[in-house]
């Protein structure tokens, strides 16, 4: 028995080996990499002659005058994108779904999920241009007699300004779950709410709302495991010094201060810090995901 | 069914049409602004008056593009990148797909499998210690370090065990009585079946090859190796807000390069737009299969 069974299935051992190799490699051996966070690493010294210095970082990172600052930015511009990001989506499926002319649906979709396509090089590219003061966009508002804003350059205005770009690139992607699930609703409680004489906002509001509700709830509760995600490519490509202290985030913070100062144990420290509360509101998520909605991992 | 609609409800598809019409405008417009910079004479790019429609029609954006050595090379940095990358991120996930897409029964220790990969979703060692990994590796200013480390694309495989489970059983159950093994299987029965599966997942990770700029800026220091979205990224941030409200002579010199910039962003977005299509047949079921499964 025991060797038919490794005759037949070994072959699928065999397939998994090259994977296996390359998580070990490059997800475990990193993972155990985090043990810097504790020493005092130096690349001479190496990973094993560095010497232990307890939660020296962690205490040296909590301290930094900047700290707090980037902790909040985090906090802030990652749930903004939450909430704003999912609203939008949810009231531009809502929105999609009452148009019954198939070709404008259908290009309007075409359209709108393409921008989640593009690497925010791109659109960094695109909109850093647009975003001068004196460029298209000033101009278009200066239309308005609203003088020219100095969107990515102003402390005031960094933070609005990503979390609208973010759901500029995304919205139409966003969508596309909300719109799946409309899709999924019974069209018969359509015709009742219509026989009984609802109209089309009460249709709106008391078949499709709750007809996607379950769906609504997953997200928000999944999207507990993101509050500390603010999206840093797209940080890195559209703050500068002078947005620091509202455009600094922890990822941003951890990549200057490992990357470009070489402090390897300092950063590890922050990315170790930030790993842990990611993943203890992710599992609290997919926790509360699991219990209360009808989302499986597996 | 024949629906008849109210004053207000009329009211309200003609608004309806018309804001869905402006927000479709706004994710549009900005890629047609690019496009006219980039096709606009420096002067007019420079002062700020391009808006929908090139002003000073011409190529020289391109031109120059095409006769740039480093825009060349890193041109062919991306396509290398992709077409490997994404070759090899396939093999990979196929063949991490087809076992784990088995059940407990049929693969001893497949529980412990599906955690083995599951755990790097959920946890990762951050940027320091894999970059000081792949210094160790002695792969910086290697191709193999855009390639290699994020090889094992842990979510598509994900959605490639399931595209393998959809597969109906009986046909395995016929091909391993004729004494086919699990390799002659896969070859024969499963990859053929899946091609659908395999060339949508595919286009994603060309995609996202094409798209990485991020993987180059910290791995790969000589400029001469650089993808073309690190090439683009490096020419972007070259504008330095912080005093760009003083130096005025700085910043013409940085805004004539604007439709240059505008053609490499145009360019960079072409294969994208031309896989696009392809990707779209696919997206609903992808997503959902991705988020919710019952």
């Given at each position: 028995m025991h060797t038919t069974y490794i005759k037949q299935k070994w072959p699928l051992y065999a397939m998994l080996v090259i994977p296996v190799f390359f998580v070990i490699l490059f997800n475990y051996v990193p993972l155990y990499g985090v043990v810097i966070a504790f020493k005092n690493y130096s690349p001479a010294r190496g990973f094993w002659g560095s010497e232990?210095?307890?939660?020296?970082?962690?205490?040296?990172?909590?301290?930094?005058?900047?700290?707090?600052?980037?902790?909040?930015?985090?906090?802030?511009?990652?749930?903004?994108?939450?909430?704003?990001?999912?609203?939008?989506?949810?009231?531009?499926?809502?929105?999609?779904?009452?148009?019954?002319?198939?070709?404008?649906?259908?290009?309007?979709?075409?359209?709108?999920?393409?921008?989640?396509?593009?690497?925010?090089?791109?659109?960094?590219?695109?909109?850093?241009?647009?975003?001068?003061?004196?460029?298209?966009?000033?101009?278009?508002?200066?239309?308005?007699?609203?003088?020219?804003?100095?969107?990515?350059?102003?402390n005031q205005w960094f933070q609005p300004t990503v979390i609208i770009l973010e759901t500029w690139k995304e919205f139409g992607w966003g969508a596309i779950i909300y719109l799946a699930a409309m899709t999924n609703i019974n069209p018969e409680i359509y015709e009742a709410a219509i026989m009984d004489g609802a109209s089309l906002f009460r249709r709106i509001w008391n078949v499709t709302l709750p007809g996607i509700s379950s769906i609504i709830v997953m997200l928000a509760v999944l999207s507990i495991g993101n509050i500390l995600n603010a999206g840093f490519e797209q940080i890195l490509v559209l703050y500068n010094p002078a947005v620091y202290q509202t455009g600094d985030i922890l990822d941003t913070f951890i990549y200057r201060q490992g990357l470009l100062q070489a402090q390897y144990s300092l950063s590890t420290a922050i990315g170790l810090f930030k790993s842990i509360i990611a993943l203890t509101l992710t599992l609290l998520a997919n926790f509360l995901a699991t219990k209360y909605t009808d989302y499986r991992i597996f | 069914m024949n629906i008849t609609y109210t004053k207000g409800e009329r009211i309200f598809n003609f608004f309806n049409y018309f804001l869905l019409a402006i927000i479709t405008l706004t994710c549009i417009?900005?890629?047609?602004?690019?496009?006219?910079?980039?096709?606009?004479?420096?002067?007019?790019?420079?002062?700020?008056?391009?808006?929908?429609?090139?002003?000073?029609?011409?190529?020289?954006?391109?031109?120059?593009?095409?006769?740039?050595?480093?825009?060349?090379?890193?041109?062919?940095?991306?396509?290398?990148?992709?077409?490997?990358?994404?070759?090899?991120?396939?093999?990979?996930?196929?063949?991490?797909?087809?076992?784990?897409?088995?059940?407990?029964?049929?693969?001893?220790?497949?529980?412990?499998?599906?955690?083995?990969?599951?755990?790097?979703?959920?946890?990762?060692?951050?940027?320091?210690?894999?970059?000081?990994?792949?210094?160790?590796?002695?792969?910086?200013?290697?191709?193999?370090?855009?390639?290699?480390?994020?090889?094992?694309?842990?979510?598509?495989?994900?959605?490639?065990?399931?595209?393998?489970?959809?597969?109906?059983?009986?046909?395995?159950?016929?091909?391993?009585?004729?004494?086919?093994?699990?390799?002659?299987?896969?070859l024969k029965i499963v990859i053929p079946?899946?091609?659908?599966?395999?060339?949508?997942?595919?286009?994603?990770?060309?995609?996202?090859?094409?798209?990485?700029?991020?993987?180059?800026?910290?791995?790969?220091?000589?400029?001469?190796?650089?993808?073309?979205?690190?090439?683009?990224?490096?020419?972007?941030?070259?504008?330095?807000?912080?005093?760009?409200?003083?130096?005025?002579?700085?910043?013409?010199?940085?805004?004539?390069?604007?439709?240059?910039?505008?053609?490499?962003?145009?360019?960079?977005?072409?294969?994208?737009?031309?896989?696009?299509p392809f990707m779209q047949k696919y997206f609903i079921s992808g997503v959902t299969i991705g988020s919710v499964k019952e």
């Open positions: 232990w210095v307890g939660l020296k970082w962690f205490e040296t990172a909590v301290n930094m005058p900047d700290f707090k600052f980037i902790l909040r930015n985090t906090f802030v511009i990652a749930v903004g994108k939450i909430v704003f990001g999912q609203i939008f989506s949810i009231i531009f499926a809502l929105l999609l779904n009452e148009i019954k002319n198939k070709v404008y649906k259908k290009t309007v979709q075409t359209i709108t999920y393409f921008p989640h396509f593009l690497s925010w090089v791109i659109i960094g590219g695109i909109f850093t241009d647009m975003l001068l003061t004196r460029g298209i966009i000033n101009q278009f508002i200066g239309l308005f007699g609203i003088k020219p804003i100095f969107f990515l350059g102003s | 417009l900005p890629m047609i602004h690019v496009i006219a910079l980039s096709l606009s004479d420096t002067v007019s790019a420079t002062s700020n008056s391009v808006r929908f429609w090139p002003k000073g029609f011409n190529f020289a954006a391109y031109e120059t593009m095409f006769s740039n050595s480093a825009f060349i090379k890193a041109l062919g940095v991306s396509v290398f990148r992709t077409i490997v990358g994404c070759s090899v991120n396939m093999l990979v996930t196929i063949l991490a797909a087809y076992p784990l897409s088995k059940e407990n029964r049929e693969l001893k220790g497949r529980k412990f499998l599906s955690f083995f990969f599951i755990i790097p979703m959920m946890v990762s060692g951050g940027l320091i210690p894999l970059f000081i990994l792949v210094k160790n590796l002695h792969m910086l200013d290697s191709i193999w370090s855009l390639i290699l480390p994020g090889c094992v694309p842990i979510f598509n495989v994900v959605m490639m065990m399931n595209f393998f489970r959809g597969i109906n059983k009986s046909i395995f159950e016929s091909a391993s009585i004729d004494g086919a093994n699990e390799f002659v299987i896969l079946l899946s091609m659908a599966s395999i060339a949508t997942l595919s286009l994603f990770q060309l995609v996202g090859h094409w798209n990485d700029w991020f993987g180059a800026t910290i791995y790969i220091n000589d400029r001469n190796k650089w993808p073309l979205q690190t090439l683009l990224h490096n020419m972007l941030t070259t504008i330095d807000f912080s005093n760009f409200s003083a130096a005025d002579v700085n910043r013409l010199k940085q805004l004539s390069d604007r439709s240059f910039r505008g053609a490499m962003i145009v360019f960079a977005t072409i294969p994208i737009l031309f896989v696009y």
